[in-house]
């Protein structure tokens, strides 16, 4: 079946770098747009990039811009989330999912999701 495994994350203290990674099998995703989100206590899931596992372009909500790059293997069929200067604003449970729907910006797309990988930025 289906599966995405999130992993990297951690605690790591503002301005830290940590990369996360998102092992999918089950099947090939070359249709699909991998998303990674997260969500933070008591706020909505958020959408913060996205790439296309075929052409490999990529998408970035604003406040992540910059600072985060999503990038693929297809070898390793893996996406990794690479996060530099990373604040305290930042924490949260990171997730990586999957859509085949060209509605990609859109969560309710989404029907594959990770278990989450838990992020925290303190010192």
């Known amino acids: 079946q289906v599966q995405l495994v999130e992993s990297g994350g951690g605690l790591v203290q503002p301005g830290g770098s940590l990369r996360l990674s998102c092992a999918a099998s089950?099947?090939?995703?070359?249709?699909?747009?991998i998303g990674w989100f997260r969500q933070a206590p008591g706020k909505e899931r958020k959408l913060l990039a996205t790439?296309?596992?075929?052409?490999?372009?990529?998408y970035y909500e604003d406040s992540v811009k910059g600072r985060f790059t999503i990038s693929r293997d297809n070898a390793k069929n893996t996406v990794y989330l690479q996060m530099n200067s990373l604040k305290p604003e930042d924490t949260a449970i990171y997730y990586c999912?999957?859509?085949?729907?060209?509605?990609?910006?859109?969560?309710?797309?989404?029907?594959?999701w990770g278990q989450g990988t838990q992020v925290t930025v303190s010192s």
């Open positions: 790439i296309n596992w075929s052409s490999g372009s990529t």
């Open positions: 999912a999957s859509t085949t729907s060209i509605l990609f910006l859109s969560l309710t797309s989404y029907n594959y």
């Open positions: 089950g099947r090939t995703f070359r249709r699909d747009a």
